[in-house]
């Protein structure tokens, strides 16, 4: 049976709640929508006194122990929504870790380093912060608990409720089975919370959101949404090493099949984040952004930082690339949806933090004037988008909307086309450019490493030493991530027979490869002699959801893991 969805024992009822506006995902567009709920209120209240209506119940649900220990990005965090949102923010102690001072970009080949003269116009970030996501998000929970807003860690929502067409809320999960589904000492039930206005904030590839779409067709006539996978490490540096409010870009080595780039920020206290990103759409089989990420810390460039350094910390997650053409529909009765569950990332700039801030902030509006009407229907909601396309979020996702399209096509290829779009708007030769399923685009080992010896030394770790070189359950343990591991298994395995007498022989089984935790493995099967079958460690996963987009035959489904499950990022 589907994980989250099996019987309730006899005489167990849930409970419910209700609500004005229910928020799904305790993320930068969930919180901020929150928060400018309760602005529009207290700006109201301020301009005519008399008023008695009370401010709109509020609720937060998110599926991590924490807020932030899920939030995983870059990050470079252009401020402009925050300065709408809180214009007080540096009074209020909003925590950047450094105002970026300078930028640069460079070009690596195996062993040297071409520094652009120029800084590309999208690689500029002067007047942007660079920031740990996760402290962000933890400090927008504290705003918003403190204007009353009612957020709740630690709970999964797995299952939309409906009335027809319309969104009336949704189910929590249930707490407390275990393996096999059964109730365990300590069960409990899921809730029935129902609401006005439901707002689908859940981040990349929203579990929740990507069965409603599917129910209601709202990629209909859409590109297909496709990602990238990122990984990065927190390093201690040398003491006086260190110049913090430096951003740096690289391409070029290590990736050599697959487009991607890194990122540098220096940090105060002699501190680093280094990472790496890798379009999904790539047709290597043998990808692993960790191996890659171990690699680039072999460069002499990246090496000259960090030698006699030390990881603090790792984590890996999804991003939204597909941009404008990708983007779902936003709204319908009693729902709409914001930030990267909806695509909204800029990844020419590898900035999404914003653009889900203000898109959260504009459902805020949206859901406002519902209230007020009385009216959640989709007739009413669909000023949301109008919201949308009059904004930034439309002015610079469009700009981009063919961009990760065109990279797709290799870094040399693609040049004089993206020269081409920075020149016609985002254009380019020509508009609306097609993006492919990403797990479609996987081709046989054979295929794409015709040159064995190549293929053994493009997959070669360097060797760890558990101090600035890891293998990947070292890396896990880093993330803090926790299951408990009596529980049902959230990655559902559609059909194990693939795995064995295709995928395995085939494609080497990427999954074991691409996942960045260690979650997938292949070991002698105990009853086909010669042959291997897919075991799943799932209380390794980090919840990046690769294996849900780039499995060449979309075999595992990720769904959604007993609340409070999963990595506790603190610093990244």
């Known amino acids: 049976m589907k994980n989250n969805f099996f019987p309730l024992p006899e005489g167990v009822q849930r409970e419910e709640m209700e609500t004005d506006v229910l928020i799904v995902g305790g993320g930068a567009a969930g919180l901020s929508c929150a928060l400018e709920i309760a602005n529009i209120y207290e700006k109201k209240k301020a301009a005519d006194p008399s008023m008695t209506a009370e401010m709109p119940t509020i609720m937060v649900l998110e599926k991590a122990s924490e807020i932030g220990a899920h939030s995983f990005s870059g990050a470079v965090m252009n401020p402009s929504a925050l300065k709408e949102l809180l214009p007080n923010y540096l009074e209020l102690g909003f925590p950047f870790e450094s105002e970026v001072k300078e930028d640069e970009v460079h070009y690596l080949t195996k062993t040297g380093n071409l520094k652009l003269p120029v800084t590309p116009p999208p690689f500029k970030n002067h007047g942007n912060y660079i920031v740990s996501l996760s402290k962000v998000n933890r400090w927008l929970g504290q705003q918003c608990e403190q204007k009353g807003i009612m957020v709740f860690p630690g709970f999964a929502a797995v ?83 260190i110049k913090p409010g430096k951003v740096i870009h690289t391409l070029g080595f290590p990736l050599n099949k697959s487009i991607g780039g890194t990122f540098i920020y220096t940090l105060p206290g002699d501190k680093i984040i280094i990472g790496i990103v890798a379009y999904l759409d790539t047709k290597d089989p043998l990808l692993d952004p960790h191996r890659e990420l171990q690699k680039l810390k072999t460069h002499p460039f990246v090496m000259e930082m960090i030698k006699d350094g030390k990881i603090l910390a790792y984590g890996g997650k999804t991003l939204p690339a597909g941009g404008w053409y990708s983007m779902p529909k936003l709204y319908g009765a009693g729902w709409m949806v914001c930030g990267d569950t909806a695509s909204m990332v800029d990844v020419q700039k590898l900035k999404g933090i914003h653009l889900a801030m203000k898109s959260g902030m504009l459902a805020a509006e949206t859901a406002m004037d519902a209230l007020a009407k009385g009216d959640f229907t989709s007739s009413t909601l669909a000023s949301f988008d109008t919201k949308i396309q009059e904004s930034f979020v439309k002015k610079e996702l469009y700009r981009v909307r063919n961009f990760h399209q065109t990279l797709s096509k290799g870094i040399l290829n693609s040049l004089p086309l993206i020269g081409l779009q920075e020149i016609t708007g985002g254009r380019g030769l020509f508009d609306n450019m097609k993006s492919h399923v990403d797990a479609k685009e996987t081709k046989p080992v054979d295929e794409v490493w015709p040159n064995k010896a190549e293929m053994e030394e493009s997959i070669q770790l360097p060797k760890p030493d558990g101090i600035l070189f890891m293998d990947k359950l070292s890396s896990v343990y880093l993330t803090g991530t926790m299951h408990d591991e009596d529980s049902p298994n959230h990655l559902l395995l559609q059909n194990g027979d693939i795995c064995r007498t295709v995928c395995e022989p085939k494609y080497k089984s990427p999954c074991t490869i691409f996942c960045p935790a260690a979650v997938y493995e292949m070991i002698p099967s105990s009853e086909y002699s010669g042959q291997k079958e897919l075991k799943i460690n799932y209380t390794n996963c980090i919840h990046c959801k690769t294996c849900d987009i780039k499995c060449p035959f979309e075999n595992i489904d990720w769904t959604t893991p007993e609340g409070a499950g999963g990595p506790k990022y603190t610093e990244v």
Do not use: W
């Not at 859409?222 to 490490?233: F, I, L, R, S």
């Open 159 to 241: 299952e939309v409720l409906y009335d027809g067409d319309t969104v009336v809320g949704v189910r929590t999960g249930d707490k407390g089975r275990d393996k096999d589904g059964n109730p365990k000492a300590n069960f409990e039930p899921g809730l029935l919370i129902k609401s006005k206005i439901t707002v689908f904030a859940e981040g990349t590839r929203g579990s929740l959101f990507r069965d409603h779409a599917k129910k209601l067709k709202l990629y209909e006539g859409k590109n297909p949404d496709v990602y990238e996978e990122g990984v990065k490490e927190i390093i201690q540096c040398r003491p006086g090493s």
